[in-house]
């Protein structure tokens, strides 16, 4: 190949290469819009429970837009949890327990798994992150709750209220929910 064909062949790949991008930004893009609930391969029903959960909430509260999402295992669960890439998990009471001494063991880390129960199915919890938006925990909450009727082996509002790491504004709604 000679000199000119090839500087010919290496400047047009630079424009078409310039203007490549990276999809991780619209990725994030995605999860704003999205109420994305994670949950982990190796969590059992988690993950059909999720798709059943994401058609109650789309159907109490269509600008939800919910869809489930899946992590390999509940250690990269744990790590985009506590990162804070995701605000929604839906985990088994076994991963849960998991969970927490597995973060109890990473004392040394700036990122905590910091997370409160918003609703609980047969044996599982519905966890959101602590510091998210409580006017939305409480609409998320009410969905739930709302559909609860015909959701699968979710608890009654009642046996939710006594589960000792009920966030605050999921309280607030589920209290508000019994009462009418």
Not at 7 to 32: C, D, E, N
Not at 33 to 56: F, M, P, Q, V
Request: with cysteine; net charge positive.
């Amino acid at each position: 190949m000679d000199r000119r064909k090839f500087l010919t062949a290496a400047l047009a790949l630079v424009p078409s290469m310039s203007l490549a991008h990276s999809p991780w930004g619209q990725f994030q893009v995605y999860r704003q819009k999205h109420l994305l609930i994670l949950c982990s391969r190796d969590g059992g029903e988690s993950y059909s429970y999720s798709k059943l959960l994401a058609i109650a909430l789309n159907r109490e509260q269509p600008s939800a837009k919910a869809r489930p999402a899946r992590a390999v295992n509940s250690v990269r669960l744990y790590d985009l949890m506590r990162t804070k890439q995701f605000t929604f998990a839906l985990i088994e009471d076994s991963q849960f327990k998991e969970i927490r001494q597995l973060d109890a063991k990473n004392v040394d880390s700036k990122y905590r798994w910091d997370v409160k129960s918003i609703y609980s199915f047969k044996d599982m919890r519905l966890v959101v992150q602590s510091d998210f938006d409580e006017q939305l925990v409480r609409i998320v909450t009410h969905a739930v709750a709302e559909s609860s009727v015909w959701l699968l082996d979710a608890h009654s509002a009642e046996k939710v209220m006594e589960l000792s790491d009920l966030h605050p504004a999921a309280k607030e709604a589920l209290e508000l929910y019994i009462k009418t």
